[in-house]
């Protein structure tokens, strides 16, 4: 498998236009993570799925913020209107939950809003 | 919530040391525990995943401990070497399949 597979790897976008970040998670996961790192707040998790439904959204920061996973297969975390503190990296992560494995890490997206 | 806690948060050795690396967390209801690695610029490869019921794990020179009811974890390094520069993040895992990350701590290892 290629593991988590996130597009783009980077994006770099002005303020008021909307973003849409891809995630494709490991096949047969079926739990589904997007994470943003910062240098001043570190990891957070924003929202996670489990068997495509979402569980816990409180992690997103505001309604411009949205998430979504059509299928098993995909994910897309939008942002719209996008500001310049929207600007970090965000991650993608997949994990098996059933068999209590590890969570596995996409590359990241590198957003930068100007 | 959980919080989780990492010291130190940098680290600078000369290559041959062993070292270790500490992880703390409030909450002590946890299904596991993993250690990632992060390079500049990169992802997150898991190193080590201990279940709620496991004292320890190991992975070449990697050994990490868990005392669940006080709430710590321990990353161990065998003989060092400057490939193992990167910043190391510990990561408990909570009911709902959720990872709560440390800040990490920073390791230079010195050719």
């Known amino acids: 498998d290629a593991g988590v597979i996130q597009s783009p790897r980077h994006e770099v976008t002005e303020m008021g236009q909307e973003v849409t970040l891809r995630c494709k998670p490991i096949?047969?996961?079926?739990?589904l993570f997007w994470y943003r790192q910062t240098m001043m707040r570190g990891l957070e998790l924003l929202i996670y799925?489990?068997?495509?439904?979402?569980?816990?959204d409180s992690g997103m920061p505001e309604d411009r913020f949205s998430a979504k996973m059509p299928n098993a297969s995909f994910s897309t975390l939008k942002i719209q209107p996008s500001e310049p503190r929207d600007s970090a990296v965000y991650f993608c992560?997949?994990?098996?939950?059933?068999?209590?494995?590890?969570?596995?890490f996409g590359q990241g997206t590198r957003l930068t809003v100007v | 919530k959980q919080e989780v806690t990492q010291i130190p948060a940098a680290l600078s050795v000369p290559e041959g040391e062993n070292l270790v690396l500490n992880c703390s967390f409030t909450d002590s209801a946890i299904y596991n525990l993993q250690w990632f690695r992060q390079d500049p610029g990169k992802g997150l490869t898991s190193l080590l995943l201990i279940q709620s019921s496991q004292r320890e794990q190991t992975s070449g020179r990697l050994n990490a401990s868990l005392d669940k009811s006080s709430g710590r974890s321990t990353l161990y390094i065998a003989a060092s070497q400057p490939g193992d520069s990167a910043t190391y993040l510990c990561a408990p895992e909570n009911a709902g399949n959720m990872l709560t990350f440390g800040g990490g701590t920073r390791l230079m290892v010195k050719p």
């Open positions: 992560a997949s994990s098996q939950r059933q068999t209590n494995t590890e969570a596995f």
């Open positions: 096949s047969g996961h079926n739990s």
């Open positions: 799925f489990n068997n495509n439904v979402p569980i816990d």
